[in-house]
């Protein structure tokens, strides 16, 4: 419910009707609306890009090569994460393969991250 507010207060939801007793009441189309944007959501899509597709949803009449456009701008976007996710795989794959088992203190997956300059190329690990 908090994802709800969160979604009229930016406007992506219009505000619902409310009962007598102040209860929000959402109909057919706010539900057709927050499947909408929960699905945008999943495939990884933007709040903006998000918008943007709404709009474009609600005025049917219109081409779609901007909705195709915000599409192929999130696959790309979603090929570059795998690109570095996979980067991550090898990188621990090789630390792994390169551990002899032995002490911590010839521990090749401690030297590994110790070592900042085995990093990754420009960080683009989970945390950038």
Request: net charge negative; glycine share 8%.
């Amino acid at each position: 419910m908090q994802t709800i507010r969160y979604y009229e207060e930016i406007g992506l939801m219009p505000e619902p009707e409310r009962t007598a007793g102040g209860q929000r009441r959402y109909g057919t189309l706010q539900q057709d609306r927050l499947a909408f944007i929960r699905h945008a959501r999943q495939l990884g899509f933007s709040l903006d890009a998000i918008r943007d597709l709404l709009d474009l949803a609600d005025h049917p009449g219109q081409s779609c090569s901007d909705a195709d456009s915000i599409a192929r701008r999130q696959l790309k976007d979603v090929e570059a994460r795998m690109a570095r996710l996979e980067a991550l795989q090898k990188e621990l794959q090789r630390m792994i393969s390169d551990c002899a088992g032995g002490t911590v203190a010839t521990c090749r997956v401690l030297e590994v991250l110790r070592d900042h300059s085995e990093c990754l190329s420009d960080h683009d690990g989970p945390d950038t």
